[in-house]
């Protein structure tokens, strides 16, 4: 029943935050090994993931019998984004492309995502419950 | 998923910042001190940072290969130079040689500045990633709270 007032949007948003947090603490270990020789940069990317699961409900699943057979689209559960190497343009001497600038943009971004994320969770609640309370009167 | 793994690597980032910041503070206290308790003159130091695994917890371990991703940072040594040592002619020096040379450490004082001021802007690109961590655990918490 919940499920159908928020046509599924509270597991997107769940999922959203899961996926931030992570990628939170990527970030947070690139700002830490800004100096460590050799470190790589990572980054971990799920938005196309999540867009594609979105309204790909369980129901929809195919069965994948053969090898060459398509690659279904993931379902919402199991979107986990993919690890990847940050792009960088100044790999110095001690083979570190930590660029502090960047990170410390990405994870200026992320946060605010999180936090916008948290905050329609919160509204969604908020309604529900004005729904709940004030539907008797 | 531990929502506070984050400030763990955060705070080896603070840990590893702050003794190299002993260390260059170290270097600039020590730049003429010509006699040590093991001998000589003082020896330029250096930190040396390795990125390490975290230590995880078995539920992490099952969850994802995302894991791989976060490292924590931690000192793996401090290194002495012994080849850092400048001569000075100065022959009424009590450390001075028969040839009159005294040696002082050879420690370049804009290079530890500029040392010191990277490691500083890097603990507080640390605290800031901290507060963003500690701000999102804040908002989660406030998602039931209406």
Known sequence: MVQRLFSGSLDVLQKNLDLRLIRHQVLTSNVANAETPGYVAKDIRFEEALQQAVGFTAQDTLRRTNPRHLPQPQGLREVQGTLVVSPSDDVGRDRNSVSVDREMAELATNTLQYNASAEILS???DQLKRTISDGGR | MDMLAGLHVSYSGLQAQRARMNVIASNLANANATRTP???PYKRQDVIFAASPQAASFADLLDTQLHNGVREVRVLNVVRDPSAIR??????????NAQGFVAYPDINLLQEMVDLVSAS???EANVTAINTAKDMALRALQIGRI
Do not use: I, Q, S, T
């Not at chain 2, 001569?87 to 001075?96: C, I, R, S, V």
């Open chain 1, 123 to 125: 509204r969604m609640f």
């Open chain 2, 38 to 40: 093991e001998g000589g």
């Open chain 2, 87 to 96: 001569l000075e002619y100065d022959p009424k020096h009590p450390d001075a």
């Open chain 2, 121 to 123: 802007r890097l603990y």
